[in-house]
């Protein structure tokens, strides 16, 4: 199953190790892990970073999305999503 984030991106259901609600968890640790995405250019920025409501981290990639963690979250555990 695919989720979509935003945008044009999808991603597989199956590459998601985190989903995190940027308004409710920004501090150094999720700053340090924007940067770090920045650092190894695998930050993926789908929207502007002033209207990012989710993080979502992959085995490889780290994606700001538009689109709140708990949509993220239900489509992630939804059994209609993308296939």
Do not use: W
Request: proline share 2%.
């Amino acid at each position: 199953m695919f989720i979509h984030l935003g945008s044009d991106r999808m991603i597989s259901a199956e590459e998601v190790v985190a989903i995190i609600n940027i308004d409710s968890y920004i501090n150094v640790s999720l700053k340090e892990i924007i940067e770090l995405g920045r650092a190894e250019k695998n930050l993926h920025l789908i929207c502007p970073m002033d209207r990012a409501k989710s993080l979502v981290i992959t085995d490889n990639q780290i994606y700001l999305s538009p689109i709140s963690s708990v949509t993220l979250y239900k489509r992630t555990h939804s059994k209609g999503g993308v296939q």
